[in-house]
């Protein structure tokens, strides 16, 4: 007898597997579907491995398969293994991320008459029991939901136990209904042949059922199935008419599945490839080389960073290394950080592969999802874009996995399993021996370490592709904003700034105001000197908080009192609190009444198309000032634009968390890529109290190189990543005290075991309260581990519940 270790749908389960006996009979493979029972249910599991001796002694026995299909094919299996092992996250849940959408489904329970029906005698039992047998009787069976709803839910499980201890009634389980269905459509076709058709309907004319024949007589000369829709609409039929040929076998109802295309509302012209560039062709022929070679076993997997500017040709590039998968008879998968605010991207693969191209949209209806899940999984697709989750789509003989914007925080999943994406597709690539390509004006300062290093090929693309002169990368202004208050300009916009947006508007020309935080920002700035209040220890900036009017460290809980003057220039503007995107709007709109404003940030863009329809009237200059954060830096190409303005670029850079730098520069390097990408050429204009700061400095140079070389040093000295590895611990309560003790004793617990294992290279900061330390009502506290690897130390412990652990988180 064989045996399968099976993940099974229980939160129970946590991170291992249980052993099922497979009956005789039953032929199992690794991936595949199953229903195992667990306690008193029945639940769905998923086999990992087969094996001829179970790891524990008694095992119970697989109750049946749910698909003959495997849904998970042996590479993906083993990438479910590492995301749960490495991402301390139970496994089924790591599985989950690649079955089919609403694959998961409850058991029901139900209670019917046993097989073997034998004499009863009903008249000891209860008024209630009786009931219950009575409807058991009718119905054949009911499930103890009904039930509960019929009688409440202590009465209904009471009878049921009586009835089923004395044999009366037998429990069962069933799945929950399937809530995808593939949306169908009804057809009408004949079902008998035209001739025969024929003859029926003029038979049916002489006995005057001239309706009848008039549909016969359509379908024989439409010889394929109508949409029953069309038929009403055509022949005018009405459901008895319909139902009288049915029943009489002249003419059938089939159900016809319909495929919902997302790119249905695009109109497609189809490209073709450019004539590289050198740079381009060079970097082109090296992924190609990769892609020539046999994979080989236990080789490490090939992962190019393609390191080029907005605008140097890296999509092209994806686009012809995709076409040489294709060629090979394999496929790609695409990433891009977010589907809808990528329009221009995904047009573009969709025209250079028409009709094979697959997207992923996070706001794809759960139906949607069901067919494009198996349509890929069927090989229909040569090419999958998607945000993060797309590098679990089913995509058979995979070649290549492009991510474009790598360095973008959205590859990381912030709920459990907080995989990163750019780490899972690399592990994918080296059990599937895949090639891997990153794309990046700004690549992330891991990734390009990493490129340094030489575990990936580095590709630079230095140069923008110039097709018409004028749009090389536009020029970029530094204003220093403790100028602006000497010379007594207290408003938003410096001198430089105002003329510049007056002048654009003035000559029907676009502008971008940019925000890098939505809402206020939260450190303590000196508005005469620039000083910004820093942790001693962790480097970071200060946040203030409201509530208790002190300073705090988020990373390890040092406190301070705002100073009264400044401690660098004695200034009493000490205490100024940075700008909001409205407060910004409602200046913008008294300094220039006559422009028309727009502003774009996560309030207005809840809805499907909100972010086309945003960006929509912008490009058709419905409006001259667009005001943003985040969202405006990604990806657009709009033309008329020619000056950006950075209001304030100090929101983010003293953001507490080592990474404020880095978001900071490549922040400001895509806002200011989106200025100047037409004839008109473009200006930049970056507002700051820390013109010196390094991040800014670098971004006005588009100098990656500089900044890579300060950044990496910083990390060195402070041993943050690519140094060390990150965990953050959370835990979360309604009550700030409760938090605050569970933390401390998370840190004896954790530091004990830190001694008695000798670890030496691991170290704990924290507690303190996480950076956004109230959410929904919970107070929130943090813990970071930082070490060689934090994650195979925890995954030793016990986690007690309330914590939730961010291996390599992304933001502090
Ligand atoms: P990136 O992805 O680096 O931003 P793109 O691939 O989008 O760069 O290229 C920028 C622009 O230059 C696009 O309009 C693209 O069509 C064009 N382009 C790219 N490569 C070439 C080429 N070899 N010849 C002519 N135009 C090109
Ligand atoms: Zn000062
Ligand atoms: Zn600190």
């Known amino acids: 007898m064989g045996y399968a270790e099976v993940s099974v749908n229980s939160p129970v389960a946590q991170r291992r597997t249980f052993s099922y006996a497979i009956p005789s009979g039953l032929t199992i493979d690794v991936g595949q579907a199953v229903w195992v029972p667990f306690g008193d249910k029945l639940l769905q599991g998923i086999v990992l491995e087969l094996s001829d001796y179970p790891s524990v002694e008694e095992t119970r026995e697989i109750a049946g398969i749910i698909d003959p299909h495997p849904v998970l094919s042996p590479a993906r299996v083993r990438l479910a293994r590492w995301l749960s092992e490495y991402y301390l996250s139970p496994l089924f849940e790591a599985v989950a991320l690649m079955l089919p959408p609403g694959f998961e489904r409850k058991t029901v329970t139900f209670i019917s008459t046993p097989s073997t029906t034998q004499e ?15 409807l058991v009787h009718r119905q054949g069976k009911i499930s103890l939901r009904e039930l509960e709803k019929r009688l409440g839910s202590k009465q209904a499980k009471l009878i049921t136990s009586q009835l089923v201890s004395q044999g009366l009634v037998v429990k069962g389980y069933e799945l929950e209904k399937v809530k995808v269905r593939p949306k169908t459509v009804s057809y009408l076709r004949l079902a008998v042949t035209t001739s025969e058709a024929r003859q029926e309907a003029a038979s049916l004319r002489e006995k005057r059922a001239s309706r009848q024949a008039a549909l016969l007589d359509f379908l024989a000369q439409r010889n394929e199935p109508v949409p029953l829709s069309e038929v009403r609409q055509r022949v005018g039929s009405s459901a008895s008419v319909v139902k009288a040929l049915v029943s009489r076998g002249l003419v059938e109802v089939q159900q016809i599945e319909i495929k919902r295309d997302p790119l249905a509302y695009q109109s497609m012209t189809p490209s073709y490839p450019l004539t590289l560039t050198t740079a381009q062709r060079a970097a082109l022929e090296s992924i190609k080389a990769s892609l020539l070679k046999a994979p080989q076993d236990n080789a490490s997997p090939s992962v190019f960073l393609l390191h080029g500017v907005t605008g140097s040709g890296k999509t092209e590039i994806y686009l012809q290394a995709l076409a040489e998968v294709v060629k090979q008879g394999k496929r790609g998968i695409v990433l891009v950080p977010e589907i809808a605010l990528t329009p221009q991207t995904i047009e573009r693969f969709a025209s250079r592969f028409p009709r094979k191209v697959a997207v992923l949209h996070s706001k794809l209806s759960l139906g949607e999802q069901y067919d494009e899940w198996h349509r890929i999984r069927d ?3 040569d090419v999958v874009i998607g945000s993060r989750s797309a590098i679990f789509a089913p995509q058979p003989e995979l070649g290549l996995i492009v991510i474009d914007e790598e360095h973008e925080w959205t590859y990381k999943q912030s709920d459990r399993p907080r ?16 090639v891997v390509v990153l794309g990046s004006a700004t690549p992330d300062v891991e990734t390009f370490h990493h490129a340094q290093r030489g575990d990936y090929h580095l590709l630079q693309l230095p140069e923008r592709v110039t097709p018409s002169e004028g749009s090389a990368l536009p020029k970029v202004e530094v204003v220093d904003l403790r100028d602006e208050l000497k010379a007594g300009n207290r408003s938003l916009f410096s001198r ?45 900036a200060l946040t203030y908080h409201f509530a208790e009017d002190m300073l705090l460290c988020h990373q390890c809980n040092y406190r301070m009192p705002v100073p009264q003057i400044c401690p660098c220039c004695c ?3 000490i205490k100024f609190l940075g700008i909001g995107t409205q407060k910004l709007e409602q200046e913008a709109s008294q300094a220039f009444p006559q422009a028309r404003l727009l502003r774009w940030d996560s309030d207005v863009t809840k809805g499907r198309y909100s972010h086309q329809e945003i960006l929509g009237k912008f490009r058709t200059h419905q409006a001259d000032i667009l005001i943003g954060t985040q969202m405006i830096a990604k990806g657009l190409d709009l033309p008329r634009v020619t000056l950006v303005g950075v209001v304030s670029a100090d929101t983010g850079l ?10 900071t520069f490549q922040l400001l ?21 820390s013109p010196e700061h390094y991040a800014i400095q670098a971004a006005a140079k588009y100098d990656y190189a500089s900044f890579y070389t300060k950044e990496i040093n910083y990390r060195r000295q402070l041993r943050n990543p690519p140094f060390s590895r990150l965990a953050c611990l959370t835990y979360s309560h309604t009550n700030d005290a409760v938090c605050q003790r569970e933390a401390e004793r998370m840190k004896r617990l ?3 075991e830190i001694d008695s294992r000798g670890i030496a290279d691991l170290s704990l900061i924290g507690p303190a309260p996480a950076f956004i330390h109230r959410l929904r009502g919970r107070f929130r506290w943090q813990l970071i581990l930082r070490g060689s690897e934090p994650s195979a130390l925890l995954s030793e412990l016990t986690i007690p519940q309330g914590w939730a652990v961010d291996i390599d988180p992304v933001g502090l």
């Open 571 to 573: 200034s009493q503007r």
């Open 750 to 752: 954790i530091t004990q």
């Open 120 to 134: 009863t005698d009903i008249s000891s039992l209860t008024q209630g029991q009786r009931d219950v047998l009575r």
């Open 496 to 540: 430089s700034l105002s003329q510049a947006i007056a002048k654009a508007v003035g000559s029907g020309e676009q502008v971008i105001l940019f925000l890098n935080r939505r809402g206020t920002a939260t450190f303590i700035q000196c508005r005469r000197c620039g000083f910004v209040l820093r942790c001693k220890r962790c480097e970071v």
């Open 419 to 434: 995989y990163h994406t750019r780490d899972v597709a690399v592990k994918l690539a080296e059990l599937t021996g895949t």
């Open 654 to 663: 003293n953001l507490p968390d080592f990474r404020a730098g880095e978001r």
């Open 669 to 689: 390097c895509q806002v200011a890529g989106r200025a100047g990408r037409g004839s008109l050429g473009g200006k930049v204009i970056i507002q700051t109290y």
């Open 379 to 381: 090989g229909e697709f």
